[in-house]
């Protein structure tokens, strides 16, 4: 049985970068497509950014276009979230998913099987 586990967050000024790291000891993640969700105090749980299991296409959330890079690391068994240009209202917990195959709906929180613990990411202005 895996476990989802995501690193890589913290503190920030506006205008930084943070790499956030989601890795599984117990499962192949070159076999799921992975997602990056994040989820701001008061907040619905919002779709970041996707990686297809079959092509590694990659989908991403209107706010983080050309902003934020997902990538995946398959030696490494490793989903990377490169985040650029960070903004205050970037502030949230991103959560790394993990769905088994090929899903056209990567937006969509059910879509998912299994989520990490999230790791906190702040942004100050």
């Known amino acids: 049985q895996g476990q989802l586990v995501e690193s890589g967050g913290g503190l920030v000024q506006t205008g930084g970068s943070l790499r956030l790291s989601c890795a599984d000891s117990g499962r192949r993640l070159s076999y799921y497509t992975m997602g990056w969700f994040r989820q701001a105090p008061g907040k619905e749980r919002e779709f970041v950014a996707a990686i297809s299991w079959r092509d590694d296409s990659t989908f991403y959330g209107d706010s983080v276009q050309g902003r934020f890079t997902i990538s995946r690391d398959n030696a490494e068994n490793t989903v990377y979230l490169q985040m650029n240009t960070l903004k205050p209202e970037d502030t949230a917990v991103y959560y790394c998913?993990?769905?088994?195959?090929?899903?056209?709906?990567?937006?969509?929180?059910?879509?998912?099987?299994?989520w990490g613990q999230g790791t906190q990411v702040t942004i100050s202005s």
């Open positions: 998913a993990a769905r088994p195959g090929y899903t056209t709906n990567y937006r969509r929180v059910t879509e998912y099987d299994y």
